[in-house]
């Protein structure tokens, strides 16, 4: 199975930066895209950001140009800066890696189990 920990949420002043950490574990033949996703109170589960294993780069509109994803392959892992955070960013964020256990297997998405962000005003 895999694993996936995150790491890095909390509480934060509107303006404020956080960093967002996540590491895949297990037993992992390859990972494709990792990402990020939020869920705020009432509201449905949206992506945030997406990287392939070769580095291209999708954002939600609501982020970009404060929010950068980056990923390190040869760790399984994933980050998330996300700088001048304002209220409505505040949510639960979970990480997500979509890959395949061994060469046989289908690939799946796998899910953290959320780190949560709250930025006051």
């Known amino acids: 199975q895999v694993q996936l920990v995150e790491s890095g949420g909390g509480l934060v002043q509107a303006g404020g930066s956080l960093r967002l950490s996540c590491a895949a574990s297990?037993?992992?033949?390859?990972?494709?895209?990792m990402g990020w996703y939020r869920q705020a109170p009432g509201k449905q589960r949206e992506v945030v950001a997406i990287?392939?294993?070769?580095?291209?780069?999708n954002y939600a509109d609501s982020v970009k140009g404060r929010f950068t994803i980056s990923r390190d392959n040869a760790k399984n892992a994933v980050y998330l800066q996300m700088n001048n955070l304002n209220p409505e960013d505040t949510a639960v964020y979970y990480c997500t890696a979509e890959g395949k256990l061994t060469m046989f297997t289908p690939t799946k998405l796998y899910w953290g189990q959320g780190t949560q962000v709250t930025v006051s005003s």
């Open positions: 297990g037993s992992i033949f390859r990972i494709n895209t």
């Open positions: 990287i392939s294993n070769s580095g291209t780069i």
